[in-house]
Structures are given as structure tokens and as C-alpha cells.
């Protein structure tokens, strides 16, 4: 995922038990075996009602007994999830904020790169999840064979309107014939969230890896100072979108499971940290969840009466430069502490 990436247009908030009179359906599917240790005993920690003509109803936030691992029931099948990744989730080009954006963008990759080429040889690069290609775009700027896979058919769209550098696939790993052992570099920025089978996952990139070859992956932390401060309206939860929900030991257990050796853990995510306990904690005092985001994506207009709109842009007004330095010296504090709100690994394969 890249910084133009951010949850839209869905309204969720904590319910009772009850279930939800627009798609109860959702509500009573049978919980699936943990997607990392298939252990069948979980809790319940959340139900999140998402109000949404194709999507509605009632997910819960269930925590493995056995491993500890927090993921999302019932799960919606690929076909609706890649529907939910259309142009609209990307910040347009156009957009008011996009001469700051495109600035913030260039440093946040350009701080991405020095994290591989710190420990990677320039070479082949494979970024999963690409989003709109600006990554990609970057790495192969500085002289990498850089590709980018992304199963949203928008993304791949992006892309090739924007003339980005780069190669660009649209699918999953699985849909493609990529060359075993060749990659010296795998980066995965906010994705395997996103995926229901993280340790097959993870197999995969493992073989496209030439033995010592890098891997960088970047997740929200569940147990992290943002989702401990903002609750419900944590940013990192996007329900349906995000299928599993990490903590620094179980993101070190799926990349051990797949026969990773891991070298380093992060625990603040300059893209994300700062911004994402902003935008969750704003979520509060708004009328709708995510209006930062729509604004920013000119995605609000005639989507609300004036008065509405009026109250909404009067609390960004008004909060929003009081909660923006609290906001980061919260989550500089969390990173501190090992509490961040993303986690970040860096692996090798052995």
C-alpha cells in the first residue's frame, strides 16, 4: 500500500450482540480455523457493524487461544474484497493536497529505499501490494529491476495512465510464472493484513527470494499505543478490508513459519504512525468515519447536507492542530515503548 492508500466510505462502530437487520447473513457465518495455527478456540474481542450496500453486517475481531493471532469473521471472499480496491481508494492527482502529498510521497520512499539498500545489493525488486506504483516508480528511478503486483485492477490502471517506471502486474502471486530464487529484494508495505493465508504467503515470497535475499514487511499493530488510545476507531482495523490483525510475535511467528529468518523488528512507520492516530482519533468528533480521508479525496460533496459538512470541517478546524503534535509525540512515545502503531520486519532468506 502506498501513502495515497487510505480506508473509505465505510461506517462502522461497536454493537451489542444483536444482529444487524440489513444482511444478518454475515452475521452467523461459522467461524474458520485460525489462518496461522488452524486452532479452532478463539474470543470474540469486537463486533463492528459496516454499513454498506454490498458489504453490510456484523464482523467480529476474534483472538486465537492458541496463538494469539486477531483475525476477521466471516471473511469476504476475493472477488468481493478486490471490488472494495476500486480508483476511488486512491488520492487523485488532481487534488488539491497533492503538491504537499507529492512531497511527503517522495520522502517516505526515498526513506523506504534507504531501509532495503541498507542491507540488499540494488538488484531485483518484487513490491506486493503496490498500490499506484509510486514506490515501484521510485526503485526503479535508483537503478532497480523493480515490479509491481497489486490484485486490484485499478492500481495496474493508475500506473500505466501516470507513465510510471517500472514493471506492473495485476493478480495474485499465484497468477503469475515469476522466476524462483531471483528476487533480491520482497517489500510488502501494509499487505499482508490483507491476506487470509499469510504463512502460504509467505512460502511463496520465501521461493522468489535468491537465498539471502531480503525481505521488508509492514503491518498495524493491533496491541500498539494507537489502537489501545483510539478503540473502535482505530484506523488499522478497515473492516472487512483487513482479514488479519498482527502483534510483534505473532508477525515474527508467520514469517518463522515460512522458513524467514527475521533480523530486525521496527516499531514506527513514519508513512502511517503519526497520521493514522490523527485520523483515528478525529473519527470521534466526526459525523462519519474516514472524513479526513474523503476530504482529502474530494470524495465529500453531495454526499452531505451544509450543516453537516459545515460541523465537520469546523472540528478538523478546531481539533486537528491540537491533536496533531499530540499525535506524534504519542506515537514517537510508542515506538519508544515497543508499542508502536505499524510494525515492521525485516527478514532474510537463510
Known amino acids: 500500500m502506498s501513502v495515497h492508500e487510505q480506508p473509505t466510505k465505510f461506517t462502522a462502530a461497536r454493537t451489542s450482540d444483536e444482529p444487524p437487520a440489513f444482511d444478518s447473513r454475515l452475521a452467523v457465518a461459522p467461524a ?102 509510486a514506490f515501484v516508480h ?8 523493480a515490479t509491481g503486483l497489486d490484485f486490484s485492477p485499478a492500481a495496474s490502471e493508475l500506473a500505466a495512465r501516470r507513465g510510471l517506471r517500472g514493471r506492473y502486474l495485476m493478480g495474485s502471486l499465484a497468477d503469475h510464472d515469476l522466476p524462483l530464487r531471483s528476487f533480491d529484494a520482497v517489500t510488502m508495505w501494509q499487505v499482508l493484513e490483507h491476506i487470509g493465508e499469510p504463512v502460504a504467503m509467505m512460502r511463496h515470497v520465501r521461493a522468489l527470494l535468491r537465498p539471502g535475499g531480503l525481505l521488508v514487511a509492514s503491518v498495524p499493530n493491533i496491541d500498539g499505543l494507537s489502537a489501545t488510545l483510539t478503540g473502535e476507531r482505530w484506523w488499522g482495523l478497515d473492516v472487512p478490508r483487513h482479514l488479519v490483525h498482527y502483534t510483534p510475535a505473532t508477525l515474527r511467528r ?32 466526526f459525523t462519519r468515519r474516514h472524513f479526513l480521508s474523503d476530504l482529502a479525496k474530494q470524495q465529500v460533496a453531495g454526499s452531505m447536507g451544509p450543516l453537516e459538512y459545515g460541523y465537520n470541517v469546523a472540528a478538523l478546524a478546531v481539533l486537528a492542530p491540537v491533536l496533531a503534535p499530540l499525535a506524534l509525540l504519542a506515537t514517537t512515545a510508542g515506538a519508544a515503548c515497543r508499542r508502536g502503531g505499524f510494525i515492521e520486519v525485516i527478514a532474510r532468506r537463510p
Open 138 to 145: 521510485h526503485m526503479a528511478s535508483h537503478g532497480w529491476d
Open 254 to 285: 508467520v514469517i518463522a513459519d515460512a522458513g524467514l529468518h527475521v533480523v530486525d523488528v521496527r516499531h514506527f512507520s513514519l508513512q502511517y504512525d503519526p497520521y493514522a492516530l490523527l485520523h483515528s482519533s478525529l473519527d470521534w468528533a
Open 32 to 133: 474458520p480455523p485460525c489462518p496461522l495455527c488452524s486452532g479452532t478456540r478463539s474470543d470474540v474481542l469486537q463486533r463492528i457493524t459496516v454499513r454498506h450496500l454490498a458489504i453490510g453486517g456484523t464482523y467480529r475481531l476474534r483472538r486465537c487461544l492458541d496463538c494469539d493471532l486477531v483475525y476477521i469473521t466471516p471473511r469476504l471472499d476475493d472477488r468481493t474484497l478486490a471490488t472494495l480496491y476500486g480508483e476511488e481508494f486512491y488520492f487523485p492527482p488532481d487534488s488539491p493536497f497533492s503538491g504537499i502529498a507529492g512531497g511527503v510521497v517522495e520522502l517516505i520512499q526515498d526513506a523506504r529505499r534507504q531501509v532495503v539498500e541498507k542491507r540488499a545489493r540494488v538488484g531485483r525488486l518484487l513490491d506486493v501490494g503496490s498500490g499506484d506504483g
